[in-house]
C-alpha cells in the first residue's frame, strides 16, 4: 500500500511508504531517490561531494541499513506541531526499524543461544557487515553503463518480483544523476559569490566533473576522486579497497600536482569520515607485480600526516620490490601502525580452497578491520562470529557450565576427574568445541536469513556483481561469492591451559583433575603452589616450544577445517580467522580461572593469533615460528599476529635489516600477516599517567590502528603488556 503525506520532512520516509512495491528493496530505493531530490547536502572542507545526507532522520546506510533517529525526530516535531501527527504516523508504518526481533520472548533466538553470546563463549551474525562494492565502476564507465546491463538482465528475467528487484536498481541510478546534477547546481551557485581563488578553483573543478560525470565516465584524477566520495558517502563510509589499482588509470593521465593534491584531500576526506580499510600493492594470478606510483604515493601520504586511519593494508608476495619493502618499513617506522602486511600466497591459497578462482582470489582486498573480501564480487567480508576458545575450555573443565557466569550451557562431555588420559579429556574438549562452533555458525544463519528478507540494500546490489545477473540483492544471495568467516578468540590461552593440563596432571601427576578444577572453583585460593608452577610455567605458546605449539596446532587447524565443512545461508562455506579488535579484554573478563593461570578477574589475554601477552619472553623468531605451527592456508579471514617493536632500534639501520629479513622469511615459509606497533613501553605507560603529553600517539589494536588515547584502559593494559622486541632477542 501506497501513502501520500502532506509534510515536506523526512523525504526517505515519504519515498519509501509512498512507493507501491511488494519488493522491499525498491521502497527503500525510492526512499533513497526522494532524499537525493529534497535533502540537503554539503561538500567537506575540499568541496568534496558528500552523498549520505545528515540532515535527515531516517535514511539508509550500510551499517545500520534503515534507520530512523528517534530523538532526531521528536525535535522536529516539538519545531513543527503542525507536522507532528504525520510524522508520528509514518514513524509508526516504518515499525521497530534497527530493532531486530531477536531477544526475549517470541525472539529468534532460545535462551540457550542467548546465554553463550552473553557470556561471551560464542556470538554470531548480528552485524550486517562490511563489503567493498564496485564504486570506482562509476568512475571508469558510469551509470548509463549500469542501465543498460540492468534493462539486460531485465529481459532475460522476466518474474514480477525479478521486475521490482530491476526498478530499485533504476531507482538507485536515478538517485546517483540525481546527486551529480545537485552538486553541479551547488558548486555553479557558490561560484557565483565566491571571491577566494582557491575555493573557485576546486569548486570549478567540481562543475567541470558533473557537466558530464556520473553518467558519463570520468576523465582525469581529480573528476575521479569527486565522483568516487560522493559514490562512497553515498553508502555510509565502509572500505575503499584496492584503492592504488582502480585509481591508477585516472592517476597517470592526470598532472602531478593535481593528482597530488587530491591524493591529499581525499585521504583527508578518508580520516575524517574513520573510512575502514584501505589496500596496495600485491601480485596478479601470474604472480606479476602490481607496484606503481600511487602505491608509493599512499606510503608517503601515511608518513607524512601519521592519520590513524584509513587502516592500510599491503599485499606482499614473493616479487615484491625491495625497494617498496624499504619504503613500508619507513612507514611503519613513523609510529602509525601501518600498514598491515599481508602475504598473497597465504591468502590467495585460503580463497581458492572456497572455490574462488585464481584470477578473483588475487584481486583479494581487506575491509573493516581485516576481513579478506573479494571487491565487486562478494558478500563475505565481513566478522559473522567469534568463538572463545578458552572459554569452551572452560565449559569443558565444569561439564557444560559457564563457571564464571554460572549458566549451565554447553554440552555436558563428561565428569573430567573420570577422564583417565588427556586424550580422553581433549576428546571432550573437542566435543564441546564443535558444538560451540556449531552454535556460532548457527546464529550466523539466522541472522542471514533475517538480513536477506529484512534488510535488502539496492545501492550495494547494482555495484556487486552477481546481484543484477540473478536479479537478488546482495545480502540474499545475489553476489559471486556468498562464504562466511567465524573468528578465534584467545588462542594462546587455550593452548597453554591444555598444555598444562596435559604435562602436570596426566604426565608429571604433580596434581590430580580434581584438584585442579577446586584450584580453579577458588581462583586458587589455597593452591598457591599450584598457582605458582602455572603461571611460572614454561609451557606459554609464542616461545617456540614444540610441546604447546603442538596443541596450538591441533585445535586451529581444526577449527578452520571444520568450518569448510559448514555452509553459509549465503550460498558459500564459513572459514576461520583471528581478530580479537577491542574486544578482547571483554573476552579475558568474561572467563572464570584457568590452568595457565589465569586469575578470575584478570582480563589479559591474547589479542591475537601470537602469544598471551607478555608470555613470550624468547624473542620474536621464536614467536613467528611458534605461529608457523598453523597452517596459514586454511583461514578465509584475517589471521592476526601483532607485534611491538622498540621505536630505537625500529630506526636503526640494524632494526631495518633485521626487520625485512624477518618479514620475509616469516612470509616465504607461510605465515599470513604480521602488524606492528613502533613504540616505546615507557611511553606508553607515561601515555597512561599523562594523556595530554601523547594526543599523538598511536598503537595498534586487533586489526587496526588508533589513538592510545582513544582506547579504554584494560585495552591499553592489553597494549602495554605485549613484549617489546629489541635487537637483543631479534
Known amino acids: 500500500m501506497a501513502y501520500q503525506f502532506k509534510t515536506k520532512f523526512e523525504p526517505f520516509l515519504r519515498g519509501y511508504l509512498g512507493c507501491e512495491a511488494n519488493y522491499k528493496g525498491k521502497r527503500v530505493a525510492a526512499g533513497q531517490r526522494q532524499v537525493a531530490l529534497e535533502g540537503k547536502f554539503k561538500f567537506d572542507k575540499n568541496y568534496l561531494p558528500l552523498g549520505l545526507c545528515e540532515e535527515v532522520a531516517a535514511n539508509i546506510a550500510f551499517g545500520p541499513n534503515v534507520y530512523i533517529d528517534h530523538d532526531m525526530i521528536k525535535k522536529i516535531k516539538a519545531e513543527n506541531p503542525n507536522d507532528a501527527e504525520e ?168 598532472d602531478e600536482q593535481a593528482r597530488e593534491e587530491y591524493l591529499y584531500y581525499i585521504w583527508e576526506y578518508f580520516h575524517d569520515s574513520r573510512a575502514w580499510n584501505l589496500c596496495i600493492a600485491g601480485s596478479d594470478e601470474n604472480g606479476n607485480d602490481l607496484t606503481n606510483d600511487l602505491t608509493y604515493a599512499i606510503l608517503r601520504m601515511i608518513r607524512t600526516y601519521k592519520y590513524q586511519t584509513p587502516n592500510v593494508t599491503f599485499r606482499w608476495h614473493k616479487n615484491t620490490p625491495t625497494e617498496l619493502m624499504k619504503a613500508v618499513y619507513e612507514t611503519l617506522a613513523a609510529g602509525t601502525g601501518l600498514p598491515a602486511l599481508y602475504n598473497d600466497h597465504a591468502v590467495v591459497a585460503g580463497m581458492t580452497r572456497l572455490g574462488i578462482p585464481k584470477a578473483d582470489a588475487h584481486t ?180 617456540d616450544n614444540a610441546y604447546v605449539d603442538s596443541i596450538a596446532a591441533d585445535i586451529v587447524d581444526h577449527f578452520n577445517r571444520y568450518l569448510l565443512s559448514c555452509e553459509t545461508f549465503r550460498g558459500g562455506h564459513f572459514s576461520g580467522g583471528c581478530s580479537p579488535f577491542s574486544r578482547a579484554a571483554e573476552y579475558g573478563d568474561a ?38 605451527c598453523f597452517d596459514h592456508t586454511l583461514p578465509g579471514s584475517g589471521f592476526i599476529l601483532n607485534l611491538k617493536f622498540d621505536k630505537h632500534i625500529f630506526a636503526s639501520a640494524e632494526g631495518e635489516e633485521t626487520f625485512l629479513a624477518m618479514w620475509r622469511s616469516y612470509f616465504e615459509r607461510g605465515g599470513q600477516m604480521i602488524t606492528a606497533t613502533v613504540v616505546s613501553a615507557d611511553e606508553l605507560l607515561d601515555a597512561q599517567i599523562h594523556p595530554e603529553n601523547h594526543k599523538d600517539l598511536i598503537v595498534r589494536v586487533g586489526g587496526y590502528s588508533d589513538y592510545f588515547n582513544n582506547i579504554e584502559k584494560d585495552l591499553q593494559d592489553n597494549v602495554i603488556a605485549r613484549t617489546v622486541y629489541c635487537n637483543r632477542n631479534a
Open 364 to 543: 583479494y582486498v581487506m575491509n573493516g578491520c581485516n576481513q579478506i573480501d573479494i571487491p565487486g564480487k562478494s558478500h563475505m567480508g565481513l566478522e559473522d562470529g567469534e568463538v572463545s576458545f578458552a572459554k569452551v575450555l572452560e565449559l569443558t573443565l565444569h561439564n557444560g557450565v559457564a563457571f564464571k557466569q554460572q549458566h549451565d550451557i554447553g554440552l555436558h562431555t563428561g565428569d573430567p576427574t573420570t577422564f583417565e588420559t588427556f586424550d580422553a579429556f581433549y576428546q571432550a574438549f573437542i566435543k564441546q568445541f564443535d558444538f560451540c562452533v556449531d552454535k556460532a555458525v548457527e546464529l550466523s544463519n539466522i541472522y542471514q536469513e533475517f538480513h536477506a528478507k529484512n534488510s535488502p540494500n539496492p545501492l550495494r546490489s547494482v555495484f556487486i556483481e552477481g546481484c543484477i545477473e540473478k536479479a537478488l540483492d546482495y545480502k540474499n544471495r545475489g553476489p559471486l561469492y556468498g562464504n562466511g568467516q567465524i573468528l578465534a578468540e584467545t588462542i594462546a590461552d587455550a593452548a597453554d591451559s591444555l598444555a598444562a593440563i596435559k604435562k602436570y596432571v596426566y604426565e608429571e601427576k604433580r596434581f590430580t583433575m580434581a584438584e585442579l578444577i577446586d584450584a580453579l572453583k577458588k581462583d586458587f585460593v589455597g593452591y598457591d603452589e599450584m598457582y605458582q608452577t602455572l603461571k611460572n610455567s614454561d609451557l606459554k605458546f609464542g616461545n
Open 591 to 628: 572467563i572464570a580461572a584457568l590452568p595457565n593461570g589465569k586469575k578470575h578477574n584478570e582480563k589479559l589475554v591474547a589479542d591475537s593469533i601470537g602469544a598471551t601477552p607478555g608470555c613470550d619472553t624468547n624473542g620474536p623468531t621464536a614467536l613467528l615460528n611458534s605461529c608457523l
Open 87 to 254: 510524522l508520528q504516523q509514518m514513524v509508526e508504518l516504518m515499525g521497530p526499524i534497527g530493532d531486530w526481533p531477536v531477544w526475549g520472548e517470541g525472539g529468534l533466538l532460545t535462551e540457550q543461544q542467548q546465554l553463550l553470546n552473553s557470556d561471551h563463549v560464542l556470538w554470531g551474525g548480528d552485524w550486517m557487515g562490511h563489503a567493498v562494492p564496485a564504486f570506482w565502476d562509476v568512475c571508469k564507465f558510469g551509470t548509463d553503463f549500469y542501465r543498460e546491463k540492468v534493462a539486460k538482465y531485465r529481459a532475460i528475467n522476466t518474474a514480477p518480483e525479478q521486475a521490482e528487484f530491476y526498478d530499485s536498481c533504476d531507482l538507485i541510478l536515478d538517485t546517483i544523476d540525481i546527486l551529480g546534477q545537485r552538486f553541479y547546481d551547488m558548486a555553479v551557485e557558490k561560484l557565483e559569490t565566491e571571491t577566494d581563488p582557491d575555493a573557485k578553483r576546486k569548486l570549478e573543478n567540481v562543475t567541470r566533473t558533473f557537466s558530464h560525470a556520473p553518467k558519463a565516465p570520468c576523465k582525469d584524477f581529480v573528476e575521479a576522486v569527486i565522483v568516487y566520495v560522493m559514490m562512497f558517502s553515498l553508502d555510509g563510509v565502509d572500505s575503499p579497497g584496492h584503492f592504488d589499482q582502480y585509481m591508477y588509470d585516472f592517476w597517470k593521465v592526470t
